[in-house]
């Protein structure tokens, strides 16, 4: 059974920074990305960073150039380092996984105060 287990996420003010781990366990044939999305209160699911078994990393908008994503594929785990965090990065975070089959984290909340 593959379960995705988040850690990192917590507290922090305005202009602060967090770093986001996703490690899995159980066996994932041929991953093909790795990603990050968020879900603030009331709104939709959105995608934050993604990074793809090649290399190849997308950023949403609002988070480039202050989160970056990183994935080790020894390890199967993924990376968000989150810098000048902005109160309306507050939002669930949740863990992704792309293979033949999709999995999510159970999500870990981050609250950025102003």
């Known amino acids: 059974q593959v379960q995705l287990v988040e850690s990192g996420g917590g507290l922090v003010q305005s202009g602060g920074s967090l770093r986001l781990s996703c490690a899995t366990s159980?066996?994932?044939?041929?991953?093909?990305?790795m990603g990050w999305y968020r879900q603030a209160l009331g709104k939709q699911r959105e995608l934050v960073a993604a990074?793809?078994?090649?290399?190849?990393?997308s950023y949403a908008d609002s988070v480039k150039g202050r989160f970056t994503i990183s994935r080790d594929n020894a390890k199967n785990t993924v990376y968000l380092q989150m810098n000048s965090l902005k109160p309306e990065d507050t939002a669930v975070y949740y863990c992704?996984?792309?293979?033949?089959?999709?999995?999510w984290g159970q999500g870990t909340q981050v609250t950025v105060s102003s």
């Open positions: 992704n996984v792309r293979g033949p089959l999709t999995y």
């Open positions: 990074v793809t078994s090649g290399g190849r990393i």
């Open positions: 159980g066996s994932i044939f041929s991953i093909y990305a």
